[in-house]
């Protein structure tokens, strides 16, 4: 069993004894001739919930994206439990995914499914368990995110908050080692926002999981997580415990955290192909 | 920069081939003799084959019907009116039911599943099956690949015996053509192995083209709302294009 963060009764953030799960050295991450992230480091100890914050388009989706392994770095390496990712062939990747539990966005429901099936497909797929075990599988676990007795509903007829926590079922189904979080709480109304803050607290620290969450909600950081990590303009704007981050006197640190029109970091977009200008 | 354009616009549909005909081998790849491909390849069939059923029968009865027409009143001038028979099978057991089938099963199976798959690829469905080590060309791809093969020549047999029929419903029972002559000239001048199933294999050559171009342009669709439209639009247009030119080549080959 995993002890996690605050089992442990420690700040899991860099500088703790806890070896980190996932270390990211010299990340570059290209797209045409835009430098998306640059030397980005980064060490997420076991058992914390770290944040990935930044302004839209910053990288912190992609960031999530080159740890899961859907992109391919163009220079640094990612290592989560001492594989490194970034090297590993498409068939490896794939064994290795089975480590890794994302909830997207919008939940990513398959559609033309039930609950039921929408949670059983990862066990159906990576396991040769019996049907009545896969059924008792997926009824805790739809009872461990508080939708017990929705398991014959369509996608469809769930509310966003719903379709969020079935998503998290489906993600934790096969006891990842990490969880990873794609703007989690996005379009939620405030009650269901609490609730999906709740399970992902709750599911970490019961399955001895690491979260790593990309979100732009500075309250829910602030309520979660455990460590933060604020990329701008490619590279790691600042990093520390989320209550240190809102007294930094760090100006794109500072914009950021407190919403700020003025400051280091651009309204205007820069191309680095042309300059745009109004004169034509 | 304009020599560059020039030279991407004409190596573009090149290179899109490619990565159709790799895609296609992928898909082979991951062919196995297990249940739950099967089951769900028998779903697809269901989905896609059976439910073009009833716009395959009404359009093939249609084309007999209009067939014999237009063959009576050309055969008419000859003195020739019996003959009808022989040639409504003949161009519709060699290209007519092969061909309109493929046309139609593109416009009704094609388009629905370019959609599909193009919107799991908007909504991040297909994402969400490779992070959960799952290969969506095999789970979506493939079934819906494999039930177009199958059911493509299903179908052409099917609009071809609903076209009989229309001809059969014009001729004898609106031109008043003698039933006996009707069948004794499509059973000794239209051959089972060279004109029906001639045409089968063609549907079964165009069932692959159309599935294959429907599934690919839906997985590599851009995911928004305009992306899937225009990956729709190209299905249709690329897979009744290239079935018409398959056609010809195939004709010249078996003829």
């Known amino acids: 069993m995993l002890e996690t963060a605050q089992q442990a009764g420690r700040n899991p953030g860099v500088g703790t004894s806890a070896a980190p799960i996932i270390r990211i050295r010299n990340l570059v991450f290209r797209r045409g001739r835009n430098t998306i992230l640059d030397g980005i480091n980064m060490d997420i100890p076991r058992g914390a919930i770290v944040a990935l914050m930044g302004p839209s388009g910053a990288g912190k989706t992609t960031l999530l994206q080159l740890i899961a392994g859907q992109l391919r770095p163009d220079e640094g390496s990612i ?51 019996p049907e009545a075990l896969i059924r008792r599988l997926i009824m ?8 017990g007795g929705t398991e014959d509903l369509m996608p469809h007829e769930l509310s966003g908050g719903m379709a969020r926590r079935v998503a998290l079922a489906r993600a934790v189904v096969l006891d990842p080692l990490i969880m990873l979080y794609d703007e989690p709480t996005t379009g939620l109304d405030p009650i269901a926002v609490s609730t999906v803050r709740t399970l992902m607290r709750e599911t970490n620290d019961a399955l001895g999981l690491t979260s ?69 | ?77 000859f003195g020739a009116s019996d003959q009808v028979s022989l040639l409504v099978g003949k161009s519709l057991f060699r290209e007519l039911g092969p061909v309109l089938t493929a046309l139609l099963f593109a416009g009704r199976a094609g388009t629905a599943i370019t959609a599909e798959i193009g919107l799991m690829r908007a909504t ?34 099917m609009f071809n015996a609903l076209a009989i029929l229309g001809a059969v419903a014009f001729s004898i029972g609106v031109q008043g053509l003698d039933p006996g002559i009707f069948w004794s000239k499509l059973q000794t001048g239209v051959y089972f192995g060279k004109d029906f199933m001639g045409g089968i294999w063609k549907s079964l050559v165009f069932g692959g083209i159309v599935s294959l171009i429907a599934v690919f342009f839906g997985y590599t669709a851009k995911p928004t709302g305009a992306g899937v439209g225009t990956a729709t639009t190209n299905t249709v247009v690329l897979s009744s294009v290239l079935v018409l030119i398959f056609d010809f080549i195939m004709t010249s080959f078996l003829t």
């Open chain 1, 140 to 147: 805790t676990k739809l009872n461990s995110v508080g939708l």
């Open chain 2, 1 to 77: 920069m304009e020599t560059n354009f020039r030279f991407t616009r004409f190596t573009a549909p090149i290179q899109t081939a490619g990565h159709c005909l790799l895609f296609l081998l992928r898909m082979l790849a991951g062919l196995r003799p297990a249940l739950a491909q099967v089951q769900s390849i028998l779903q697809q069939v269901y989905l896609i084959g059976a439910r073009s059923l009833v716009i395959i029968m009404i359009c093939g009865f249609f084309v007999g019907m209009v067939l014999s027409l237009q063959a009576i009143n050309a055969l008419e001038q």
């Open chain 1, 212 to 280: 790593l969450i990309v979100t732009h909600d500075v309250v829910q950081v602030s309520q979660l997580a455990d460590y933060c990590y604020i990329i701008a303009s490619a590279r790691i704007a600042g990093e520390g415990p989320p209550g240190e981050l809102a007294h930094s006197k760090d100006p794109g640190i500072d914009q950021f955290v407190n919403g700020k029109v003025e400051g280091p970091i651009a309204f205007h977009y820069t191309s680095a192909d042309r300059q745009w200008s109004l004169l034509g």
């Open chain 1, 79 to 129: 290592e989560i439990n001492g594989t490194n990712v970034s090297t590993l062939s498409d068939r490896e990747l794939y064994r290795f995914r089975r480590n890794i539990g994302v909830l997207l966005q919008n939940g990513a429901l398959f559609t033309d499914l039930t609950v039921f099936e929408n949670i059983a497909t990862p066990v159906r797929e990576h396991t040769d368990l």
């Open chain 2, 124 to 157: 991040s469905q297909i994402d969400a099956m490779e992070l959960m080590a799952i290969d969506p060309v095999q789970r979506v791809a493939l079934p819906r690949f494999m039930a177009g093969l199958i059911s493509v020549p299903l179908l052409t047999a």
